[in-house]
């Protein structure tokens, strides 16, 4: 075996866990991989000291991953009118919504930030801008066009928010009877991304409603809100956060409100399989 061959084995399984967390898509990531891999051995003559290979091939990763990201941004439509009109939502880790708008504004130059901020942000006209800027309104044009390029240029595609639907109807408070029919049919298989036990998909724009019945009186008990707010990372492993409100939770749920119990989870959905990375609940 050469060194290369020697050095990459030592290091396979690290990158192929990077590169498998930072995309969803498995084939993608294995495409991404035989990127890598061809990057490294090409490049592998330029690296002065061998003993930080593996340094050096996770920053390949790490920029070949953002490479895939910036492909596919060019494929997708990023309007910065309707993501700057999107609300913001409040965790307790603060203003989540827009976050990766705003990071990606601070990541452009101070021309293109200057524009966005006049006109999308303190919502001044191009005449205006031209004014206080004392610049033709032509130029005025011609810099929100590069700002808006460079901004779709920079905003990955899977920082972009849904529009998800109202939250559903408040469930009944008495559940109304129903049959259960049994098939003939075989069984079949299935694709599991909800979150084990919660009800909820582990993807940006999720939300619902659901509610426990007590049987045989069939009355409602613990009704809980849930929804996905945004991205997170926990141990540089990429998830989302997700919020639960519990109203009238049951004995297990219960913190030190018997009426509301608040909790967040990380958690994390690729196409082999959806799992918790953390969970936190504030007791009062």
Not at 209 to 230: C, H, L, S
Request: with cysteine; hydrophobic share 35%; charged share 30%.
């Amino acid at each position: 075996m050469t060194e290369f061959e020697i050095l990459l084995n030592e290091c396979k399984n690290a990158v192929e866990r990077f590169v498998w967390f930072k995309l969803s898509s498995k084939a993608d990531a294995d495409d991404i991989l035989q990127e890598i891999y061809l990057t490294a051995f090409q490049k592998f003559d330029t690296l002065a000291d061998k003993s930080h290979f593996k340094a050096w091939i996770i920053s390949i990763a790490r920029n070949k991953c953002n490479d895939y990201y910036r492909r596919k941004a060019k494929s997708v439509d990023v309007s910065i009118e309707d993501l700057m009109e999107q609300p913001l939502t409040a965790s307790r880790y603060g203003y989540v919504e827009q976050h990766d708008v705003y990071d990606t504004i601070e990541s452009l130059s101070e021309n293109d930030k200057q524009i966005i901020d006049l006109f999308y942000i303190q919502g001044y006209n191009q005449s205006e801008i031209s004014q206080r800027l004392n610049i033709p309104v032509g130029t005025v044009k011609s810099r929100l066009y590069t700002a808006r390029n460079n901004f779709k240029r920079l905003y990955l595609p899977d920082t972009i928010y849904r529009k998800v639907d109202e939250n559903m109807k408040k469930l009944p408070e008495f559940m109304p009877e129903y049959t259960i029919t049994r098939l003939d049919k075989e069984p079949f298989s299935v694709k599991w991304e909800e979150l084990m036990g919660w009800f909820i998909v582990p993807k940006l724009g999720e939300k619902l409603n659901w509610a426990i019945y007590d049987f045989p009186k069939r009355n409602r008990t613990e009704y809980d809100e849930m929804q996905v707010i945004g991205k997170a990372e926990i141990h540089g492993i990429e998830g989302v956060e997700i919020t639960a409100k519990q109203y009238a939770p049951m004995d297990c749920n219960k913190t030190d409100n018997d009426k509301i119990a608040e909790r967040t989870f990380i958690a994390q959905l690729t196409d082999t399989h959806c799992r918790f990375l953390a969970e936190s609940h504030i007791s009062s």
